[in-house]
């Protein structure tokens, strides 16, 4: 499905048959116009915009995402929708404002990954005519990283990292985090 937008999806747990879809845009032009509409709430289909620049690693997303989708399972979103709850996960803050503007979108922000857990074909073809950027391949996404934001966001100590990867680190942030 899209192979041309490199699309990747990944299975979840806890709903029969939900799996995350996900993006990679690099040199993105129009972030701050895609920013207007989720904030508008008139982006359809509704998707999650991430800043590529703070993701190591596809685990964090995956992580991030089932933790969305638990709380959606039991009713106890922290913000409006799945995708905005899946931004907000990504973050160890219990600030859902900062959250959402640390690790999505802002008027800058040129790499984005783009997830959704509601994907079929004609909504998979709509994301490509909402970024106005260049599709990438997931394997790359390691090498965007702004490792030393990562390490201070997340207050990411050097032995943490000798005995464990940096997805590691933070997805146990992400699991440990808003109980």
């Known amino acids: 499905m899209c192979d041309a937008v490199k699309q990747v999806t990944i299975p979840l747990l806890g709903a029969r048959g939900q799996q995350l879809s996900i993006w990679l845009f690099r040199n993105v032009r129009n972030a701050k116009a895609i920013q207007q509409q989720l904030v508008a709430g008139s982006l359809e289909p509704e998707l999650a915009f991430i800043n590529a620049n703070l993701v190591p690693d596809l685990l964090v997303v995956q992580a991030a995402a089932q933790k969305a989708l638990a709380a959606h399972l039991r009713g106890s979103l922290r913000t409006r929708s799945l995708h905005a709850e899946l931004v907000y996960n990504l973050s160890g803050s219990k600030h859902v404002g900062q959250s959402l503007q640390r690790f999505g979108l802002s008027e800058d922000t040129d790499q984005i990954l783009v997830a959704s857990f509601h994907m079929d074909d ?23 990283t702004d490792l030393a934001t990562v390490k201070k966001v997340y207050k990411i100590v050097p032995p943490e990292l000798d005995v464990g990867t940096l997805a590691d680190a933070i997805c146990c942030r992400i699991a440990a985090s808003h109980c």
Not at 125 to 134: F, P, Q
């Open 122 to 144: 004609t909504d998979a073809a709509k994301v490509l005519s909402i970024v106005e950027g260049e599709p990438a391949d997931l394997h790359t996404l390691s090498s965007l």
